[in-house]
């Protein structure tokens, strides 16, 4: 089970955009794409079948899944996560601080 999912609140620990929040909007292996972080400009070419004008856009780059922590809102910090097992046999992430399940 993955520590960090699709949809999450998290804090930026570590980079240009520390201590921001945003919602992770793509998971991979070990990155993460986070809504409105870690913009860079990406220079791309007019591809006129397309419909593609180019120039100079805006785009959300991918950063390492350790610069990055799941925000606890009760807190109002970054938090550590755990897996546990609840009481139906499901396994569940919760927060390490207040052991509050994360939904």
Do not use: W
């Not at 809504?35 to 007019?46: C, M, Q, R």
């Not at 755990?82 to 601080?97: A, P, Q, T």
Request: without cysteine; glycine residues 8%; hydrophobic residues 35%.
């Amino acid at each position: 089970m993955k520590k960090i999912k699709l949809n999450d609140e998290v804090i930026v620990i570590a980079g240009k955009d520390k201590e921001k929040t945003g919602t992770v909007t793509k998971v991979t292996a070990n990155k993460v794409i986070v809504e409105g972080l870690n913009i860079a400009k990406k220079h791309t070419k007019p591809n006129p079948n397309a419909g593609v004008t180019g120039g100079i856009v805006d785009t959300e780059m991918l950063m390492a899944i350790s610069n990055v922590a799941i925000y606890n809102s009760k807190s109002e910090k970054a938090d550590r996560v755990g897996i546990r097992i609840d009481k139906d046999g499901n396994k569940e992430r919760f927060f390490k601080s207040n052991g509050d399940a994360i939904v």
